[in-house]
Structure formats: C-alpha cells, structure tokens
C-alpha cells in the first residue's frame, strides 16, 4: 500500500516535522484551550497522557497505516501546532487536511504557510491530486486560513461533523495540483 514519506518537510518559513516527546507538553496545553476544544472533539480534560499517546503512539501508526501523516509545525525552532493530512485514498489520489495552533501562535500566518507547504508537498511530489479541508462553518479563522492558501469553496456539507456542541455543517474546500498557489 502506498505511504506518505516519512520526511522533514521545510517551506514557507515553517518546518514540519515528526511529533516528539519534547512536543507533549505543548500539544497539551493547545488542545485545552477553549478555541482549539470549540473546534475539535478532544478529550476533556485534555492531558500530557493524551498528548503522549497522540504523539509517540497514534501519529506514528496513522503514518504506518499509509493513510495519514501527522507533522508538529515549528516556526524558529519552537513548536506551534499540528497540521496533517488524512482519510487518504490512494487510488482517487487525494486527502484531507487538517490543522490547529496553539494559542501563543495564531495570527501571524502561521497555519496558511503550513498548509500551503504540506500541500505543495502532496502534490508536488507525494502524487496526491486533490487536498480537501473540511472546516466547521462557525470557525472563521479555520476557514480564512484554507482560503489564504488558495483552496476553493466547493460547497457545504450539512451535518457531517461534530464538535462537543453536537453536529455541525462543514464547508468543504479543495486545492488541485494544477490550481493557482499562493504566494505566502
């Protein structure tokens, strides 16, 4: 079964990255903020258990799955959050990504230039034709960041996710190998 490369991926004024131990604290910390939980149905509370098991265990087998790849995203050498691609199919040659900072990095561009590299890698040389991102339609900020890095609105998808608040719409966005890239 096809996989995503394991690999350092440098681009945009971002590194991403394999998650570490040194992460787990960080990650811990983000995933309880009250923005990130609005968003994300993660575990309440969410512990340095839970980030260690997500860091050293879950990312790992995603990666091992072929399915999925899970990357810290650092920015100057300190940790900002996560960005990642899942529910791959390799056979229609596309993905879905997805991504959170932790509070002390939003702002800056900083999820924008992440997932523009990690699409730029996909398709550039992962053969992935098609990057998803599906977005609550209440996350304003989630959103803004799919269309500063040139994903085009497709359409809305009713009920089809969930947060801690119950079902919510999702806006589906895609970026195609041959759509225009941005410039970040």
């Not at 087998?61 to 390799?90: H, M, P, Q, Y």
């Not at 359409?155 to 947060?163: E, K, Q």
């Amino acid at each position: 079964m096809p996989s995503f490369a394991d690999e350092v991926i440098k681009s945009h004024g971002v590194v991403l990255r394999p998650l570490t131990e040194d992460d787990v604290p960080a990650i811990a910390i983000a995933c309880s903020d009250a923005q990130t939980q609005q968003w994300l149905p993660l575990p309440r509370p969410y512990t340095e258990d839970a980030a260690r098991s997500y860091a050293l265990e879950v990312a790992p087998a995603a990666l091992a799955s072929g399915r999925a790849l899970e990357r810290a995203i650092e920015v100057n050498g300190e940790f900002a959050g996560v960005i990642g691609l899942k529910n791959t199919d390799w056979a229609v040659a596309k993905t879905e990504a997805g991504y959170w900072l932790g509070p002390w990095a939003r702002g800056r561009g900083i999820a924008a230039r992440a997932l523009d590299a990690i699409t730029d890698w996909a398709l550039d040389s992962q053969g992935i034709e098609r990057v998803e991102v599906l977005v609550a339609t209440g996350n304003a900020a989630s959103l803004a960041t799919a269309r500063k890095a040139k994903f085009i609105e497709e359409g809305t998808l009713r009920r089809a996710g969930y947060t801690h608040d119950g079902k919510v719409d999702l806006v589906i966005l895609s970026r195609l190998a041959h759509d225009p890239r941005p410039r970040l």
